[in-house]
């Protein structure tokens, strides 16, 4: 469970690509491919292991005009999936 203050950092083993308007990620671990929108691939750059979960929410909450609570759970909720796919440690 991904909590506020869980540092994440990207995972050694994945290779990040930029493709038109996404970020394609390649789990080389296990192969697995993921594609992130613009949102998305904000989080994962965020993803340094220096910011915590609400660090990386409040970096966003000043580009996008998306409630908070909605934007909040959207990345938490992509965190939980970047963790699940062992995207970040």
């Known amino acids: 469970m991904i909590l506020q203050e869980s540092r994440p950092k990207r995972g050694d083993q994945v290779i990040a690509q930029k493709a038109a308007n996404d970020l ?4 080389m671990a296990d192969g697995n491919y993921y594609s992130l929108n613009e949102i998305g691939g904000k989080v994962w750059e965020l993803c340094d ?3 915590s979960v609400s660090q990386v929410i409040a970096a966003l909450a000043g580009e996008y005009d998306i409630p908070d609570q909605v934007l909040e759970a959207d ?5 939980e999936d ?5 995207l970040i440690v």
């Open 24 to 27: 394609v990620l390649l789990n």
């Open 49 to 51: 292991g220096n910011r």
């Open 75 to 79: 990345i938490l909720e992509l965190l």
């Open 82 to 86: 970047f963790r699940r796919g062992k």
